[in-house]
């Protein structure tokens, strides 16, 4: 079973109740960390689930930041609505990746999509763009399903 890892992170993120149902999602599908580019948002109220004391967000300023750290060898995977995206069902996902979606009025800018290693987009019955929440726990279940593993937990008894 190839495991790997993935991470996600959100570019300029306008509400707090998208970031915390990302997060909350993100730690359902093993993830091992969500990240926030320029945060414009006060606390995670849909986090019920209590996603912080299992999957680190991490803050950074700016995309330069966020490039500056990247895990060794982990490419960034924009989610955009782009003529050059490769559809989510005829993506190989990479063993390691961040994949980073854009905010929920503005998207990705093209100077941020023009920094990610690969591009992808969710197939729809109609080009609208989803919700960043939506849209996050879209990929990261379809990452699940292609075989990506988080490790399990063995618990003693």
């Known amino acids: 079973m190839t495991r790997g890892y993935f991470g996600v992170a ?32 006060v606390h995670q109220a849909s986090d019920t689930g209590n996603a912080r004391m ?51 009025d503005h998207g990705l800018p093209q100077q941020v999509i023009d920094r990610c290693h690969h591009l992808v987009t969710i197939p729809a019955a109609v080009a609208w763009s989803l919700n960043v929440s939506v849209a996050g726990g879209i990929v990261a279940a379809h990452r699940h399903m292609s075989g990506y593993r988080a490790p399990v937990e063995v618990v003693a008894r």
Do not use: Q
């Open 10 to 41: 959100i570019y300029r993120p306008k509400h707090d109740t998208n970031v915390g149902s990302l997060w909350r999602t993100a730690v359902a599908y093993g993830a091992a960390f969500m990240a926030t580019i320029g945060r414009r948002y």
């Open 54 to 104: 299992h999957t680190p967000l991490h803050h950074y300023t700016d995309i330069d930041d966020l490039i500056a750290h990247l895990p060794h060898s982990c490419p960034l995977v924009g989610v955009e609505l782009d003529p050059r995206a490769v559809p989510l069902d005829r993506f190989a996902h990479p063993l390691r990746a961040l994949y980073l979606l854009g905010a929920e």
